[in-house]
T-cell receptor
Framework: KAGVTQTPRYLIKTRGQQVTLSCSPI?????VSWYQQTPGQGLQFLFE???????NKGNFPGRFSGRQFSNSRSEMNVSTLELGDSALYLC?????????????FGAGTRLSVL | GESVGLHLPTLSVQEGDNSIINCAYS??????FIWYKQESGKGPQFIID?????DKRQGQRVTVLLNKTVKHLSLQIAATQPGDSAVYFC????????????FGKGTTLSVSS
């Protein structure tokens, strides 16, 4: 069974631009969560989608948004990029939502904002 | 606030030794815990999980211990190998509406042969 696939693996953008990252979950998984990983802040939760609905949201500004499609694939968008948005963005999928569901991670998208 | 922390940012061991990585959590409402391993250039990889109604769970070469009294988790790796070198994260899931998996800062395990 294929794992979680994230595209692209690397991105370089400039301040003010916007970016869209894609995540394909493990087949059969309906929940997709997004995390931002930086050396200073570690892994921080962005949001979770289940059945095309955002179920949970972390403490990030509105420039960060996401969506989930009927096939459970998910995208996240960051608008008006700032230098501080440079990070590894990780997507994780799980069978269900909430406690007790193992989250399996993709390799991430490395975003560099210049 | 809610946080999961690790006692040591780095741990260095010799090949063949047993490794113990510790983690303290702060939310007594957490009822599910996961250990992840992250190698350079990769996403976190699931190692083992444990629910709060258990105090020990064993996998292949790994054991997780949970002490709810002092809100402490540990990951024990038996016969540590060079391939175990990575950053290890514990994560907790509070059993509260609207919450998500909370990660600790991570411990970097270095195994020398």
């Amino acid at each position: 069974k294929a794992g979680v696939t994230q595209t692209p693996r690397y991105l370089i953008k400039t301040r003010g631009q916007q970016v869209t990252l894609s995540c394909s979950p493990i087949s059969g998984h309906r929940s997709v969560s997004w995390y931002q990983q930086t050396p200073g802040q570690g892994l921080q939760f962005l949001f979770e989608y289940f059945s095309e609905t955002q179920r949970n949201k972390g403490n990030f500004p509105g420039r960060f948004s996401g969506r989930q499609f009927s096939n459970s694939r998910s995208e996240m968008n960051v608008s008006t990029l700032e230098l501080g948005d440079s990070a590894l963005y990780l997507c994780a999928s799980s069978l269900g939502q909430g406690s007790g569901n193992i989250q399996y991670f993709g390799a991430g998208t490395r975003l560099s904002v210049l | 606030g809610e946080s999961v922390g690790l006692h040591l940012p780095t741990l260095s061991v010799q090949e063949g030794d047993n490794s113990i990585i510790n983690c303290a959590y702060s939310n007594s409402a957490s009822d599910y815990f996961i250990w992840y391993k992250q190698e350079s250039g990769k996403g976190p990889q699931f190692i083992i999980d444990i629910r709060s109604n258990m105090d020990k769970r064993q996998g292949q070469r790994v054991t997780v211990l949970l002490n709810k009294t002092v809100k402490h988790l540990s990951l024990q790796i038996a016969a540590t190998q060079p391939g175990d070198s990575a950053v290890y994260f514990c994560a907790e899931f509070p059993n509260q509406a609207g919450t998500a998996l909370i990660f600790g800062k991570g411990t970097t395990l270095s195994v020398s042969s």
